[in-house]
């Protein structure tokens, strides 16, 4: 029944496409004096793999269907996507709603509702002021954005002049980012549960304000949020001896927060300089291993064209408040049952808030990192090479992944490359490499 619904949609969708060909032009578009409508999309085949645990990480067939419509102040966006493959060795076939909103627009004000992706933040891939959009970070593409997921939200934009505005959103109901920690080798009586999430009411909702400024010399914004957190860590629900050896279940959990942000974009002649941090207050009076300290993150970016290589280098910091390291159990009397029976409890509550701690980089009071991104195009830019790193001063982790985009003609996009990462045995990399790193091609096709 599921297929048959899918199927029906897409045909409807065709047909309202003025019943031309799925490719005989990029983009359809029909405007008169009060209305626009667009409508366009993309077909693409994508694959993941030659990692240690699965030679096929995923490999599906897509099709995005997104229209666009303004008629005098009303408009709506959507994008719909329809999904058939594999995924960790399983048989997929998803319907997903990437965007649909709808909503008022005017010039000096726009309100919409419903599924959107709102991204704060000027620096490059690390932005501690973007607290809003969660991400699917086991979804694997050759297009990073595709890791995004929606909220359901109302967003209001004030345009107060051309030069400031203000955004103001509400988010009712907390949808967190997805991870697949159940993936990770952490020991054959290591589990995960379920995670129970907030509960859906007016208490439990988000809200967050940015005021924008953009002047001729600079761009810069202050920004606020407070409510739940998509990036989260994870609490130990039980631990069962009566086996002779731990059996250990976790379960994902979710805390409350409120983040005072600013950023801003400043540039120098040939020199673009980025800079965006937040402060971050965590409500943890009781102590729980997933809800971090009160925290500033903070990036500062230099951007800068090196004969024709367009490059950024970032720094990612983090300092910690009141931070204090955690103290290893020790087993007084190795004689005593009852002795070693609280070691081991006591021994497993410690290395659990420590990999909560790598989650948050909060392992050290000072954290630091750099990242660098470089990118240059051929070919009468038909051809784009893209190559990305990360490396974790504090933890010793690091990330590579070079990429290569050719524009063959047509509205076909042909891009491949390879995503690796390493980290000291234990850390977070060292248990998500097995799945994460590997190869991808990616066949695609506007219309």
Not at 282 to 304: G, S, T
Not at 373 to 400: H, M, P
Request: proline share 4%; aromatic share 14%; glycine share 8%.
């Amino acid at each position: 029944m599921k297929t048959v619904i899918i199927t029906l949609a897409a045909l409807v969708l065709s047909m309202f496409a003025y019943g031309q060909g799925l490719f005989e032009s990029a983009t359809k578009t029909v405007t008169n004096e009060q209305e626009t409508v667009k409508l366009n999309g993309y077909v693409r085949g994508s694959a993941f793999g030659g990692g240690k645990i699965y030679d096929f990480t995923n490999a599906f067939g897509e099709v995005s269907l997104q229209a666009n419509l303004k008629r005098n102040k009303f408009i709506l966006n959507s994008d719909i996507r329809l999904r058939s493959g594999y995924n960790f060795n399983e048989t997929i076939s998803e319907f997903e709603v990437k965007e649909a909103y709808a909503g008022i627009n005017t010039p000096g004000f726009d309100l919409l509702l419903g599924e959107q992706i709102v991204s704060w933040g000027r620096t490059d891939g690390f932005n501690p002021t973007n607290n809003i959009t969660p991400n699917n970070y086991f979804f694997f593409s050759a297009n990073p954005d595709d890791q995004k997921i929606p909220n359901f939200l109302m967003k209001a934009n004030i345009r107060f002049s051309p030069q400031v505005d203000c955004e103001i959103i509400a988010i009712p109901i907390f949808r967190p980012s997805m991870y697949c920690y159940d993936l990770f080798d952490m020991g054959k009586d290591v589990s995960f549960d379920d995670a129970v999430l907030p509960l859906k009411n007016i208490e439990n909702a988000s809200v967050a304000a940015k005021l924008n400024v953009e002047l001729a010399g600079i761009g810069f914004s202050a920004s606020w949020f407070r409510g739940f957190d998509p990036f989260y860590g994870f609490d130990l629900k039980s631990v069962d001896f009566t086996t002779g050896s731990p059996v250990i279940v976790y379960t994902p959990a979710f805390y409350a927060k409120n983040s005072i942000g600013a950023d801003f974009t400043l540039p120098l002649g040939q020199l673009i300089i980025r800079g965006e941090g937040a402060l971050n207050l965590n409500e943890n009076n009781n102590q729980k291993m997933y809800v971090p300290n009160n925290d500033i993150a903070y990036v500062a970016a230099i951007e800068r064209d090196f004969y024709g290589f367009a490059t950024i280098v970032q720094y990612i910091g983090k300092y910690t408040f009141d931070f204090s390291g955690l103290t290893e159990p020790v087993l007084a009397d190795p004689m005593n049952m009852m002795a070693q029976l609280q070691y081991a409890t006591e021994m497993i509550s410690y290395k659990s808030a420590s990999f909560n701690r790598k989650i948050f980089h909060q392992q050290e009071e000072m954290n630091h990192a750099v990242s660098v991104a470089i990118s240059k195009d051929f070919a009468y830019e038909t051809v784009n090479l893209e190559l990305s790193g990360l490396y974790d001063i504090t933890s010793k982790e690091y990330l590579v992944r070079p990429k290569l985009t050719w524009k063959t003609g047509g509205g076909l996009t042909v891009s491949a490359g390879y995503s690796y990462m390493k980290g000291p045995e234990k850390s977070v990399f060292s248990y998500a490499a097995p799945i994460m790193n590997g190869a991808f091609i990616e066949m695609r096709a506007n219309f």
